[in-house]
């Protein structure tokens, strides 16, 4: 079978649609996985087909939709399905299709299919707040994830009719991430994070010239939204303190606290990051600002522009390592990222080894940056560096990966302090 696996161009995942008002948001998910290059087999609940029809999910997968054991007999698909999938992915999962996943209930062509599998399944719960609150749930949720099976966390918002609260499926992109980091990294969300709480700064901070333009950065947001939103699928209870992100969806679970300059970041930075176990400094800091901004519009026809001097902003990496080493800052792992160029004389590596060495963080993420690198894409690639001397390379892939990853360093590192 895992040869088989291997010779295969596109990985297989089978698609499960459970029988809620969200199934009409699988479209968007099967419509993301197949343009990301996977083979997509949809296999709906009949409940499911209630809310969107099989032709809808024909046409979007290129491939037949089956519900039911006894359809294609001799193909044994019930069997099939599981057996060839290198992920199975449920959005929305229902409280009932939870249910009888937990206790192995196979009566139909999906939950057959979740028996069968032995590749990793994500099951991705959406129902009104009161179903994923009752005791049932939580049970069966604690049994599939101590199968391996990975539940993520639902989103919190407008329910059914007038009804808001937890319960509502995430976003369509952030189920794709997922499941990219699923393949990718088969044990990429163990909830090794639960009882933890970690603070994620995110995005670029903008410096204000006058009431339109501004000095800032390239950066997106993505990388902090990622490690926010893996820390928060590995049962943390995270915080994302975010600059200048508004196209960016909120990840599920996270608490999102919006700022526009390095001034602002650091004030919610230090208010929120005192008692947290890690804070993530992925947010790309201006290191300078305009020394004072103007009230009105500097107009264009006014003449030479007027020079634009500069004032350093605070470094606030190094604020939060400076008030843990002299016991204002209760934290006990704190990660930096330096985004870099190189240049003739100094690598990029060389200088984040410098960085490292400056700011006395515990980590340390170095990105090459530049020529579509870094910012504003999709992937990264870096190396991660430890304060114990350890340097890994993060080869190039998601930058959902690059969050996993780093997330596995920050583990170990809470397993050496406990140790």
Not at 81 to 87: F, H, P, S, V
Not at 335 to 343: R, S
Request: charged content about 25%.
């Amino acid at each position: 079978m895992s040869d088989e696996r291997g010779a295969r161009s596109a990985p297989r995942i089978v698609l499960g649609v459970g029988g809620g008002v969200a199934a009409y948001k699988a479209c968007e998910v099967l419509r993301g996985l197949t343009e990301s290059g996977h083979d997509v087999r949809v296999a709906p609940t009949a409940a499911a087909l209630r809310f969107v029809g099989a032709a809808t999910f024909e046409a979007l997968s290129g491939h037949p939709t089956r519900t039911d054991v006894f359809d294609d007999v001799p193909s044994v698909p019930h069997v099939r399905l599981g057996q060839e999938a290198d992920l199975v992915v449920v959005a929305p999962a229902t409280a009932d299709l939870l249910a009888r996943a937990a206790n192995g209930i196979a009566d139909d062509l999906l939950t057959s299919t979740l028996l069968t599998a032995r590749c990793p399944v994500l099951l991705v719960p959406a129902m009104h707040t009161e179903m994923w609150e009752h005791p049932a749930t939580r049970h069966n949720i604690s049994l599939l994830r101590s199968r391996g099976v990975v539940v993520a966390e639902p989103d919190s918002g407008r329910l059914t009719g007038a009804d808001s609260g937890k319960g509502r499926l995430p976003d369509p992109v952030e189920i794709v991430d997922l499941a990219r980091l699923l393949l990718a990294e088969p044990t990429g969300l163990p909830r090794d994070l639960e009882g933890r709480s970690v603070v994620v700064s995110a995005g670029g901070t903008r410096e204000p010239l006058d009431p339109v333009r501004y000095l800032g950065n390239r950066s997106s947001g993505r990388q902090g939204f990622a490690l926010a939103r893996v820390a928060a699928h590995r049962g943390a209870d995270v915080t994302l303190v975010a600059a200048n992100t508004a196209d960016l969806v909120v990840p599920a679970g996270v608490r999102l606290r919006r700022v526009g300059t390095a001034e602002e970041l650091r004030s919610e930075l230090l208010e929120v990051a005192d008692g947290v176990d890690a804070v993530v400094m992925s947010a790309a800091v201006a290191d300078f600002r305009p020394s004072g901004s103007a009230e009105h519009k500097i107009k264009k026809n006014s003449g030479d522009p007027p020079p634009v001097e500069l004032s350093r902003n605070p470094d606030v990496l190094g604020e939060l390592v400076r008030r843990r080493a002299n016991g204002r800052l209760r934290t006990e792992v704190i990660v930096g990222f330096a985004a870099e160029t190189g240049d003739p004389d100094t690598t990029v590596l060389e200088y984040g080894r410098k960085k490292l060495a400056h700011k006395e963080c515990d980590l340390l993420v170095v990105n090459a940056v530049g020529d579509g690198r870094a910012f504003e894409v999709e992937d990264n690639a870096g190396w991660l560096l430890a304060s114990s001397g350890m340097e890994h390379p993060v080869p190039h892939g998601s930058k959902t990966l690059l969050a996993s990853r780093l997330w596995d360093a920050v583990v170990e590192q809470f397993a050496a302090g406990d140790s």
